[in-house]
T-cell receptor, first 113, second 112 residues
Framework: DADVTQTPRNRITKTGKRIMLECSQT?????MYWYRQDPGLGLRLIYY???????NKGEISDGYSVSRQAQAKFSLSLESAIPNQTALYFC????????????FGPGTRLLVL | SQKIEQNSEALNIQEGKTATLTCNYT??????LQWYRQDPGRGPVFLLL?????KEKRKERLKVTFDTTLKQSLFHITASQPADSATYLC???????????FGAGTRLAVHP
């Protein structure tokens, strides 16, 4: 089984709807991240969490929120989706003893109409 | 501000040749640099890490160099194969934040 899983893999929603993207990991890492990827812009950090009680904003957190339910679970919510949130979303984990090498999930492709 | 630049144009090469990709950075003094491979519709996969005190690192057909004076890393794939076609991302640790900052990536296409 994959070490980092994301659900759903694809999602189409309408403007104004609230949606949640979920991430689970079996790597036993404390650190988890949410990124979005847009063509030509690369990966941009939305939120990150270094342990269950630690949540931090990344460079593009506006319009998003997160919840760290357990060491293994980190969810991303779009409170009121808008079309410019259409993107590919990735969850990742890292081990601080491993130079912050990131282990990525398969991604969620989100389309906001 | 801190910036990472990778060539946005795709690199097209013939099978068997050496592919060389460039990562330039400004306003950083990173302790190390990482390279990832990303296939379409998939998450990036870690390939190699090089520390600031290492000039060169090798792994099978891959070679990475790190020039802290030029603020540049080069990523080489020797004897390239069509299966090497992918987008390659470089990443640096953001100073003081313990997080990686990624470049936008360069797409490599290896033609038979």
């Amino acid at each position: 089984d994959a070490d980092v899983t994301q659900t759903p893999r694809n999602r189409i929603t309408k403007t104004g709807k609230r949606i949640m993207l979920e991430c689970s990991q079996t790597k036993g890492h404390d650190r988890m991240y949410w990124y979005r990827q847009d063509p030509g812009l690369g990966l941009r950090l939305i939120y990150y969490s270094f342990d269950v009680k630690d949540i931090n904003k990344g460079e593009i957190s506006d319009g998003y929120s997160v919840s760290r339910q357990a060491q293994a679970k980190f969810s991303l919510s779009l409170e009121s989706a808008i079309p410019n949130q259409t993107a590919l979303y990735f969850c990742a984990t890292s081990d601080p003893g491993g130079y912050e090498t990131q282990y990525f999930g398969p991604g969620t492709r989100l389309l906001v109409l | 501000s801190q910036k990472i630049e990778q060539n946005s144009e795709a690199l097209n090469i013939q099978e068997g040749k050496t592919a060389t990709l460039t990562c330039n950075y400004t306003n950083y003094s990173p302790a190390y640099l990482q390279w990832y491979r990303q296939d379409p519709g998939r998450g990036p996969v870690f390939l190699l890490l090089i520390r600031e005190n290492e000039k060169e690192k090798r792994k099978e057909r891959l070679k990475v160099t790190f020039d802290t004076t030029l603020k540049q890393s080069l990523f080489h794939i020797t004897a390239s194969q069509p299966a090497d076609s992918a987008t390659y991302l470089c990443a640096l640790l953001s100073g003081g934040y313990n997080k990686l900052i990624f470049g936008a990536g360069t797409r490599l296409a290896v033609h038979p």
